[in-house]
């Protein structure tokens, strides 16, 4: 009888050893797929970054079209750019008088700006400077080019989703660069 309970004893838990073999398996995978999630949270941010700025985009395109003017007597069009730091795009109304300027909020209740959101800017912001005109319902940048034009978000330093914009407000999938 002493026998069955000596080894009762000895299967009850588990030894060092083999717990120290199970937690490193745990930091292991830990260890290995930590980076692969990070990566992918960072690309689900961009892409739905671009999806929001194309958003906006084709908001402004769509009040274009409408052509509905509220206080301007003569509608140009529409100019948006980025901020800065690049984590916002702006609208604004392109009247033909020099004196005013509405935002697109103005017209339809539409925000005047887009936030960019988790940290993810444009890069170069001084190069995202555009014009939607209202009579030829097109894209033109500042110099009148007619595009397309590679816009790039990042979310951290020397990774960016690089991606076309072409003078109809259409937008490739795009790429990353590393």
């Known amino acids: 009888m002493r026998h069955y309970f000596d080894l009762k004893k000895k299967n009850l838990g588990f030894t060092l050893v083999e717990l120290l073999i199970a937690v490193s398996l745990s930091l292991l995978l830990v260890v290995l797929g930590l980076p692969a999630y990070l990566d992918f949270n960072d690309r689900r941010q961009v892409i739905e970054n671009k999806q929001r700025l194309e958003t906006a985009i084709q908001d402004i395109i769509n009040i274009t079209d409408k052509g509905e003017i509220v206080r301007c007597q003569q ?16 609208i604004k109304e392109n009247c033909l008088e020099d004196d005013y300027e509405a935002t697109v ?11 960019l959101t988790n940290d993810v ?14 009579l030829k319902k097109r894209i033109t940048d500042n110099s009148g080019g007619n595009g397309p034009w590679v816009i790039s978000l990042s ?17 490739s999938s795009g790429d990353w660069e590393e």
């Open 121 to 134: 800017v444009i890069e170069n912001p001084q190069n995202f400077d555009f014009f939607v005109d209202a």
């Open 75 to 90: 509608l140009l069009g529409y100019n948006f750019w980025a901020s800065l730091d690049g984590d916002k795009v702006y």
């Open 105 to 115: 909020e103005d017209i339809e209740g539409k925000p005047a700006f887009y936030d």
């Open 155 to 171: 979310v951290d330093e020397g990774r960016s989703f690089q991606f076309e914009l072409n003078a109809s407000g259409a937008m």
